[in-house]
């Protein structure tokens, strides 16, 4: 008994610190992007509105409206959609997503004025209907003409829109991939005008309409391989006093790569050189990773977008959801097929908090289920009565606590007397149990494993034996002689556990991140003492090829958690274990 008063005072303390609006969950409204980042940069979307695809404005319209402060036209603004025929021009549809945009309060971004791809080939063709760059000669008035033609689209185009479409990307991926070119040599702009085609149209573009953002957009702009031509194209620009405002890094990237490191190398030079830079056409495709992965790289990409705020000021997403992503198989975008917000939607509404802690805050962090399974109530994390709880407690029979969560049960309405600790999924029994609860809280558990720098003691290779508990998932405790192995971590004072991870060999960098693997440890669990003498197993797991275990547990105390470990792997004959790190979720009980 006297534990447990200790127990709920220290429960009460820390709740007081991270105490937030306590509300049914039931309710829950999306959060917007939109609202969330604009005191950063304005959010983006491609939208589809052009007459042969699917027409994402109409299906995903919630979303646009809920989500964005910025629209760009997939393909309803590119020079085979404007001017399919000389002279002969196609607004409608662009149209349409500029009066959706002023309705809604959205900036418009246009896309594109020049490019080697989507645009006719009559731009192209001299007056007997030849292709000039396939000429063996280019005359003047080849060149002329193409330059008539650019300049006319451009004029044409700007001033059909006029200040409805506040940034342009007046020229598209004219630098070349390969290192022996600064500009692409298979751009019939660049056979036939050289160089000059970038100049003259950002000169039109600025004489039409001195108000516009002027942008240069390619892809890989931040990448090291390439990212030295863009600068040599941007500097001989801004040195010729051409009128150039921004780039635009288009963020065609993967779960795997490129690193942040590089883009923030990549966004560095170019807020360096005085540019705005806008992220035109992000989307994150999942290379074979986990949604969870996904949302830890979207996470830290935001992060980093609002470090380089200062110059970043548009980050424009390509596409709304998978079902509608020209990268549809590689499902890159923060809603999924159905529109459902994914973990990397979660992820980007607050990148201080780990995904799932931001979808607890809005949806609930507790569900209870009745015993057909039917959702009774939900709460969000906070403080309860039993009295405001708006459900019946007697009717649930089981608890679904969100990960990284616990609720605590309390005898009296004012958090305290006796207690009961969930966490995972549980059975209750609510018709015992509602006559004797007076109130609840429901709380984070913390973003930091407790094991985190202890000390440890391990069965081999104690001298490496630290490296799992180091924090650094490259590092690893890795004995090879013979099992059982255990790893011991004195946590230093009691702890209620609720949460218990483990980094095996298959998250290692000689494995590339694989998420199974029969190399990983097979049977093993997590042992419990209050003094170190005495062992329980709290959690146990068999049979595992997973690379990464991450399971709740039924909430218990205890100073010392240990991880022993039966079968390193799946194959009898490799006695190798690789622990890269063991990670303990719990509050302090003392
Ligand atoms: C490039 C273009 C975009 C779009 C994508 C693929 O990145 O800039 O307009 O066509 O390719 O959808």
Request: charged fraction near 25%.
């Amino acid at each position: 008994m006297r534990t447990t008063r200790v127990l709920v005072a220290t429960f009460l303390a820390l709740f007081l610190l991270v105490s937030s609006s306590v509300a049914l969950a039931e309710d829950y409204v999306l959060p917007s992007l939109r609202e969330i980042y604009k005191d950063y940069f304005h959010i983006g979307g491609a939208v589809s509105v052009a007459s042969w695809a699917p027409k994402t404005l109409v299906s995903h319209r919630d979303l646009i409206e809920g989500q964005l402060s910025s629209v760009t036209a997939e393909n309803a603004m590119k020079p085979d959609y404007l001017q399919p025929r000389e002279g002969v021009f196609n607004f409608r549809e662009a149209d349409n997503l500029i009066r959706f945009a002023k309705e809604h309060g959205m900036v418009v971004r246009g896309h594109t004025l020049v490019w080697h791809a989507q645009t006719p080939d009559w731009f192209f063709r001299d007056k007997d209907g030849k292709l000039i760059y396939e000429k063996d000669e280019i005359t003047e008035e080849d060149r002329q003409l193409v330059i008539d033609r650019l300049e006319r689209h451009i004029e044409a185009v700007m001033t059909h829109f006029g200040d409805s479409v506040y940034a342009w990307d007046v020229v598209n991926e004219a630098v070349s991939d390969d290192a022996a070119y600064i500009l692409r040599p298979d751009s019939p702009w660049y056979r036939i005008l050289g160089d000059d085609f970038i100049k003259i149209a950002f000169r039109k573009a600025h004489e039409v309409d001195p108000d516009a953002k002027l942008f240069y957009n390619d892809y890989n702009a931040e990448m090291a391989y390439k990212r030295g031509r863009v600068v040599a194209l941007l500097r001989d620009l801004i040195n010729e006093g051409v009128p150039i405002h921004g780039i635009g890094i288009q963020g065609h990237w993967g779960v795997n790569g490129p690193s942040v490191s590089e883009i923030e190398d990549g966004i560095r030079l170019y807020a360096d050189m005085g540019l705005e830079i806008h992220i035109t056409e992000l989307d994150v495709g999942m290379d074979g990773r986990t949604p969870e992965e996904q949302a830890e790289r979207y996470r830290e990409l935001f992060e980093l977008f609002k470090k380089y705020s200062y110059a970043i000021t548009n980050v424009t997403l390509w596409g709304i959801a998978d079902d509608a992503s020209w990268r549809s198989n590689d499902n890159p975008l923060l809603f999924d097929r159905t529109h459902k917000p994914k973990p990397a939607f979660w992820a980007v509404v607050d990148t201080s908090k780990p995904w799932h802690v931001n979808k607890a805050e809005y949806t609930g962090a507790v569900f209870f289920k009745n015993g057909a399974g039917e959702i009774v109530g939900s709460l969000r994390p906070g403080e309860y009565t039993v009295d405001d709880l708006g459900f019946d407690l007697e009717e649930v029979s089981r608890l679904e606590v969100a990960k990284g969560h616990l609720v605590t049960f309390y005898e009296s309405k004012d958090l305290s007397g006796e207690v009961w600790h969930f966490a995972g999924t549980s059975e209750f029994s609510g018709r015992e149990m509602a006559d004797r609860i007076g109130s609840l809280a429901i709380r984070y558990v913390g973003a930091e494993s407790i094991t985190l720098n202890k000390p440890v003691e391990a069965s081999a290779a104690q001298d490496r034996a630290h490296r799992a508990v180091d924090g650094n998932p490259i590092t690893s405790w890795s004995p090879r002689e013979n099992p059982p192995y255990w790893l011991t971590v004195d946590l230093g004072q009691r702890y209620l556990l609720t949460r218990w991870v483990t980094r095996l060999q298959g998250t290692g960098p000689l494995m590339g991140g694989i998420l199974n693997s029969p190399l990983n440890a097979a049977d093993f669990s997590l042992q419990v003492s209050e003094d170190g003498d005495d062992w329980f197993d709290a959690d146990a797991v068999t049979d595992n090829t997973a690379s990464i275990t991450d399971r709740d547990i039924n909430p218990v105390t205890a100073r010392y958690v240990r991880l022993y470990v039966s079968r390193p792997t799946s194959l009898d004959f490799n006695q190798n274990l690789v622990v890269h790190e063991f990670e303990v979720y719990g509050l302090p009980s003392e």
